[in-house]
């Protein structure tokens, strides 16, 4: 059965600290997207990873992509309250499954 | 106005009645997708369509029809309604070619009472 998981399903944080989100998928991909979605609004693209060992950063966060074990990273430096949200992988094989999200809160 | 657009925002319906949820876009992209999201479950695709004319089946499909005779309309069909189809429907899109990075339109919120 074709499983994107990720981990951990909730997480509430201090502002400042760090942390990692957990992505597994149960089928050969090189391709893994992480969207962002704020609370009652669409969801927004963060990063695209579209071959092992790819990593992409933008300001707190950075994403990376291990084919070969099936899994992507989702790290987190020095959170602010903006990065309060609700995270999701993806994984296109072929067609695009979702993780079941990652809901982030950040405490000052 | 460019870029990915949804219609109704809302709707509320009673069993049994058929609803349609529209979407448009205006970049030309081959692919559009349809998505449910729940509780609990993220986002699951119901259909997807790679061209004018050319759908197919999602993880989802069942209790969902879709039509694309343009490229820029993608519209989902609930031809009879159930409560179990209440949910948050999303419709994205992305070009033909290039990194598969769908683009989400706002999202229809559909109450099935």
């Known amino acids: 059965e074709l499983k994107v998981e990720q981990n951990p399903l909730f997480l509430s944080m201090q502002e400042g600290k760090n942390y990692t989100i957990y992505c597994n998928y149960s089928?050969?991909?090189?391709?893994l997207y992480w969207y962002r979605q704020d609370p009652g609004k669409s969801l927004e693209s963060l990063f695209v990873l579209l071959s092992n060992g790819a990593v992409k950063q933008e300001g707190r966060l950075m994403a990376s992509l291990d084919t070969k074990a099936r899994l992507s990273t989702l790290h987190i430096t020095a959170a602010v309250h903006d990065l309060s949200a609700t995270y999701f992988c993806a994984v296109d094989i072929p067609d695009m499954r979702f993780g079941a999200g990652t809901r982030l809160t950040v405490k000052p | 106005d460019a870029g990915i657009t949804q219609s109704p925002r809302y709707k509320i319906t009673e069993t049994g009645r058929q609803v349609t949820l529209m979407c448009h876009q205006t970049?030309?992209?081959?692919?559009m997708f349809w998505y449910r999201q729940d509780l609990g479950h993220g986002l699951r695709l119901i259909y997807y369509?790679?061209?004018?004319?050319?759908?197919d089946k999602g993880e989802v499909p069942d209790g969902y029809v879709v039509s694309r005779s343009k490229t820029e309309n993608f519209p989902l069909t609930l031809e009879s309604a159930t409560r179990s189809q209440t949910s948050v429907y999303f419709c994205?899109?992305?070009?033909?070619?290039?990194?598969?990075?769908?683009?989400f339109g706002p999202g229809t919120r559909l109450t099935v009472l």
């Open positions: 970049w030309s992209h081959s692919y």
């Open positions: 994205a899109s992305t070009p033909t070619s290039g990194s598969n990075e769908q683009f």
């Open positions: 089928t050969t991909s090189d391709r």
């Open positions: 369509s790679a061209a004018a004319d050319i759908t």
